[in-house]
């Protein structure tokens, strides 16, 4: 009886992991299809160096560089927002609250991944823009700032929970060998117990960056609709998932040319987060074979 149920297990959990890897070809599939079928029409050297992104204008233009800035633009400053932060706070409740403190409060934090983003996003439209408008003159009612720093409080989350569990996990040994060559606890910190939970850390900054990029409602409430190539964070944008929510409302006509741009936009996503992963993933094994 014990053998069958290690074996059900066993299996159970093999075909999890193939469902798994079985939708995410699907899916892969599925944008590679579509996609094909839009570069029949418009060359991909156009995609990639046209500066202008209006597929659903008269005078259309199908460069992907526009989406790609406003992508890339609202989540750095949600990133430079919440890597700060988030590894401030991680070190502060691993090395310096009291353990009845850090129980109560990490719960608390972890409720900020659990709002949903349309109220972020309408947090972000109608309470940090008006702020921001109070001393930034000239800052458009939709703009790049205000949606990346409240994606940026959105994700903090997840950088300062999994980077606490990493520097939680780093051994009592080392930071009593540190105590004992006279070492602060500041320097403790940041200079023996960042370094031996960096691979952790790091994670915890993938998933973050992967959550930003991948943000939806946030940046189509707060950014605006409006494709520009510019690393102005005054003035509207238009990142490639709020692009796709714009066309999926159902004012394109299925099977156009207009509607398969999402396929393109979306195959362009996750190529680029794709590659993104793999370069991270390469950089926490190399801080990984460095610290060990």
Known sequence: MRKFKEVFIEKSLLTSALITILITLGIILVLSLEAVNFFREVPIIDFLTDTQWTPLFTDKHFGIMPLLSGTLLTSFIAIAFAVPVGLSISIYISEYAPRSFRKSIKPALELLAAVPTVVYGFFAL?????????????????????????????IIPFVSSLSEDALHAVPNSLRE??????????????????????????????????????ETMIVAIAAGQQ??????????????????????????????????????????????????????????????????
Request: glycine share 8%; net charge positive; no cysteine.
């Open 227 to 292: 494709p520009r190539l510019t690393m102005d964070p005054t003035v509207p944008v238009e990142t490639i998932t709020a692009y796709i929510v714009q066309v999926s409302l159902g004012d394109v006509e299925h099977g156009s040319l207009e509607y398969r741009t999402i396929f393109a936009a979306g195959i362009t996503l996750f190529i680029f987060t794709f590659l993104l992963n793999t370069f991270s993933y390469k950089i926490r094994k190399k801080f990984r074979e460095k610290y060990e």
């Open 177 to 214: 060998a540190a105590y004992g060559m006279g070492s602060t606890k500041l320097q403790n910190s940041f200079r023996v117990l960042v370094p031996a939970a960096s691979s952790g850390i790091i994670v915890s900054i993938i998933l973050a960056i992967s959550r930003a990029i991948g």
């Open 126 to 154: 109608t309470v940090v823009t008006p702020f921001l408008q109070s001393f930034i003159p000239g800052l458009s009612g939709f703009n790049s700032l205000s949606a990346g720093l409240v994606m940026g409080i959105m």
